[in-house]
């Protein structure tokens, strides 16, 4: 195993060989198929708490396909209704969540290779340094990780784009409701709603589903580049069994480590 210390204490996997590429490009298929599996399974919440709505409003759906089938026919449409603010976060942050976890361990990059990224695994391996390790060139996989690195970088910052295109949507805002008041002074108005429309909730939801298409293209991409490591065709199993202790969230492994190198270099 490529495991080494830094000079800041820092508990580092370093790629020496084939058989460390083998290690790192297999855990991270690992980590985002586990991450996939629950994404999708997320996913189809909304969707269902969907369907509950639209049956309440006797408009009966029997199933995911035929839900969104239905909010495919209605986006062009002028059906509309309005439903819980708060449902909607609730789905819309979980999904995010692992949304997020996503985008970062296919687009993260890291000059000193810390990070665990497939981006930092092809530019380790771009350099075709490596003894039975070669980089397979694909445009289209880079323009795609290319967008997850652009998506990573802005999702995890509130930056100076999102903050005036905020005041000018708080701008827009003003003018279309006159009973609104939104000036930061001494009188400081913070506006929030319970409800959410229906056009705005079934366009998340298909977005989401349009996402995991993407992260299918990236994890085929995956695979082929770990059978090249293999030299032949792989067969990923899944298997679920219950020794498989996901719970235990692999974002708290390792934190003592990094904890320890944090205050190092902060002394």
Same mark, same amino acid.
């Given at each position: 195993?490529?495991?080494? !210390?830094?000079?800041?204490?820092?508990?580092?996997? *370093?790629?020496? +060989?084939?058989?460390?590429? !083998?290690?790192?490009?297999?855990?991270?298929?690992? &980590?985002?198929?586990?991450?996939?599996?629950? &994404?999708?399974?997320?996913? #189809?919440?909304?969707?269902?708490?969907?369907?509950?709505? #639209? $049956? *309440?409003?006797?408009?009966?759906?029997?199933?995911?396909?035929?839900?969104?089938?239905?909010?495919?026919?209605?986006?062009?449409?002028?059906?509309?209704?309005?439903? @819980?603010?708060?449902?909607?976060?609730?789905?819309? =942050?979980?999904? /995010?969540?692992?949304?997020?976890?996503?985008? +970062?361990? !296919?687009?993260? %990059?890291?000059?000193?290779?810390?990070?665990? =990224?497939?981006? $930092?695994?092809?530019?380790?391996?771009?350099?075709?340094?490596?003894?039975?390790?070669?980089?397979? &060139?694909?445009?289209?996989? *880079?323009?795609?990780?290319?967008?997850?690195?652009?998506?990573? $970088?802005?999702?995890?910052?509130?930056?100076?784009?999102?903050?005036?295109?905020?005041?000018? %949507?708080?701008?827009?805002?003003?003018?279309?409701?006159?009973?609104?008041? %939104?000036?930061?002074?001494?009188?400081? /108005?913070?506006?929030? =709603?319970?409800?959410?429309? &229906?056009?705005?909730?079934?366009? *998340?939801?298909?977005?989401?589903?349009?996402?995991?298409?993407?992260? @299918?293209?990236?994890?085929?991409?995956?695979?082929? @580049?770990?059978?090249? #490591?293999?030299?032949?065709?792989?067969?990923?199993?899944?298997?679920?069994?219950? %020794?498989?202790?996901?719970?235990? @969230?692999?974002?708290?492994?390792?934190?003592?480590?990094?904890?320890? =190198?944090?205050?190092?270099? $902060?002394?």
């Amino acid at each position: 195993m490529g495991k080494i !210390i830094t000079g800041k204490n820092k508990v580092k996997f *370093e790629i020496q +060989n084939k058989k460390d590429c !083998i290690l790192y490009l297999g855990h991270v298929i690992e &980590y985002i198929e586990k991450k996939r599996d629950i &994404y999708w399974r997320l996913s #189809l919440e909304p969707l269902r708490y969907l369907a509950y709505e #639209l $049956n *309440e409003r006797e408009i009966y759906i029997e199933s995911d396909e035929k839900a969104l089938k239905f909010i495919m026919e209605k986006m062009d449409t002028d059906f509309n209704f309005d439903l @819980d603010f708060y449902k909607f976060k609730l789905f819309h =942050s979980a999904i /995010n969540l692992i949304k997020n976890e996503m985008i +970062n361990i !296919i687009g993260d %990059f890291s000059v000193d290779k810390l990070a665990i =990224s497939y981006n $930092n695994y092809l530019d380790i391996i771009r350099k075709e340094d490596i003894e039975g390790v070669k980089y397979e &060139y694909s445009s289209e996989k *880079e323009k795609l990780i290319d967008s997850f690195t652009a998506h990573r $970088n802005f999702l995890y910052h509130f930056s100076s784009d999102k903050l005036c295109e905020w005041i000018e %949507f708080r701008e827009r805002q003003a003018k279309q409701n006159k009973n609104a008041r %939104f000036e930061m002074g001494k009188e400081f /108005n913070i506006y929030v =709603s319970d409800t959410i429309p &229906y056009k705005v909730f079934a366009k *998340e939801i298909i977005k989401n589903i349009a996402f995991l298409e993407e992260i @299918d293209k990236v994890i085929n991409f995956m695979k082929k @580049d770990f059978e090249s #490591l293999i030299g032949e065709k792989v067969t990923f199993n899944i298997n679920r069994k219950s %020794f498989d202790n996901s719970v235990k @969230d692999i974002t708290y492994n390792g934190f003592k480590s990094h904890n320890l =190198s944090r205050k190092r270099k $902060n002394k």
